[in-house]
């Protein structure tokens, strides 16, 4: 029986892992036709035809909006540039709640505090981490503006479910795709199950053009007031004529040419990329080693998950083991990645801490010293970030959730196997490790 290289033993590998890393020939050649023709950037800031950018972004708008069965693509130069927009489009303001997952980057959260609105936390769905219809249904009220939905690690959330609480109350649904390119619900694109779907081009996801984004909509006014907010809108109303002023104040959400000429070119990727996650995971989760109270986390089988992140349950009781324990075992036994240094191997004890307890909430200030969004004078209603308030989600958090991505496209069978053979070898030495903790 080989010794844990956490109690002094060798470690399974200790080369590093392939980087994520698909910028090509294609990307290279597309970049320098954009440098040859100089063209860098072409939005106006004023009511003209540029107004709405250049040749690629514009393409790559069309491009996006038709491989995800949208009629409107708007590419931003971030997924929280996106949220932004989105929000603002729906016309959230002061006084308004806006429904967020606990569980996600906190630009989904900070989205809403963006226009002024009171970010309201909705409790997890504790087989896929996204938010729970039932406690969306608990948290509403006459306040509720918008749901930000989170489709976390690339399983999509029960949308039919929540597009139903959200007719109820003509409440505006909008997407966080970043974790989420090509996954599908009941056979239908995540992005077009709600009123707007956000995606992200940041350069760890799935497909990168460095930075990025692009929101995708059905809906014709919603699509109008996105690109106002993209660009400086309260420059272009006197130019042109606008059904409302709401949220028409203006950034500059705008995405050059070059990242839009990169995004189209992995744009053609993403489908092979992703399948590309998927067979690894399906290796990885059939030749998973037995060790008690660890199980793979369950997939809807009306869903294709696109594996951004991919989860793992664990039951210490069951295990007679912390998860910190068996974390720092596998740490131990498996390298970093390349490109990704400092980060150490890519295995984890839970997410990201429930943002509710981020100081921003626990202190409830944001504008000024005030105490605005959250005690401002047109809010009529009470938050509670406090410590319980979804306890799903602090359970996944705090005990039951390991997230890893060992099934990333630049990982052979033989990269998997390593990873296999460190969890073969903990499954091996579970005894040992149990007392020595």
Not at 91 to 111: F, K, L, N, Q, R
Not at 350 to 378: E, N, S, W
Request: overall charge negative; charged content about 20%; proline content about 5%.
């Amino acid at each position: 029986m080989a010794k844990l290289a956490l109690l002094g033993g060798d470690p399974v590998r200790t080369k590093l892992f392939p980087a994520h890393n698909f910028i090509g020939k294609e990307e290279k050649q597309k970049v320098m036709e954009i440098m040859d023709n100089g063209v860098l950037s072409r939005y106006l800031g004023v009511w003209h035809e540029d107004f709405y950018g250049g040749d690629e972004v514009r393409a790559f708008e069309r491009e996006w909006a038709a491989d995800y069965q949208a009629k409107h693509g708007i590419a931003v130069n971030s997924c929280t540039s996106g949220l932004y927009a989105a929000v603002g489009a729906a016309g959230v303001g002061p006084g308004d709640e806006v429904i967020v997952s606990p569980y996600t980057m906190v630009a989904s959260v900070t989205a809403a505090i963006a226009f002024n609105a009171v970010p309201v936390f909705a409790d997890i769905d504790p087989d896929n981490f996204c938010l729970s219809p039932d406690s969306i249904r608990a948290r509403i009220t006459d306040r509720t503006k918008a749901i930000i939905v989170v489709h976390l690690f690339g399983h999509p959330a029960d949308m039919d479910e929540i597009m139903e609480i959200a007719r109820a109350h003509n409440i505006t649904v909008i997407e966080d795709c970043a974790q989420a390119p090509c996954a599908t619900y009941r056979g239908r694109p995540v992005g077009t199950l709600g009123h707007m779907g956000v995606f992200s081009l940041n350069y760890h996801k799935h497909i990168h053009s460095g930075e990025g984004g692009i929101v995708v909509t059905n809906d014709d006014r919603l699509a109008d007031r996105l690109q106002l907010i993209r660009n400086h809108a309260e420059a272009v109303v006197t130019g042109r004529e606008v059904d409302s002023l709401v949220n028409m104040v203006g950034f500059n959400f705008r995405m050059g040419e070059l990242e839009a000429g990169i995004g189209r070119m992995q744009l053609g990727k993403s489908r092979q990329l992703v399948a590309r996650r998927r067979e690894n995971l399906a290796y990885f989760n059939r030749n998973l080693p037995t060790i008690p109270g660890l199980s793979i986390a369950p997939v809807a089988e009306y869903v294709e998950h696109s594996y951004y992140v991919a989860a793992l349950k664990y039951d210490p009781e069951v295990a007679g083991l912390s998860r910190d324990m068996l974390i720092r075992a596998l740490h131990a036994e498996l390298p970093e990645t390349e490109m990704r240094k400092g980060h150490g191997p890519l295995i984890s004890g839970g997410y990201v801490k429930p943002i509710y307890l981020y100081p921003m909430f626990r202190q409830q200030t944001a504008y000024g010293d005030k105490g605005c969004p959250f005690r401002c004078p047109h809010y009529t209603g009470e938050v509670n970030y406090q410590a319980g308030i979804c306890p799903e989600v602090e359970r996944a958090h705090e005990a039951t959730l390991i997230s890893h991505e060992f099934m990333q496209p630049s990982m052979t069978t033989d990269d998997i196997d390593d990873v296999l053979k460190a969890f073969g070898k903990i499954a091996d030495n579970i005894d040992i490790l149990r007392n020595a903790g």
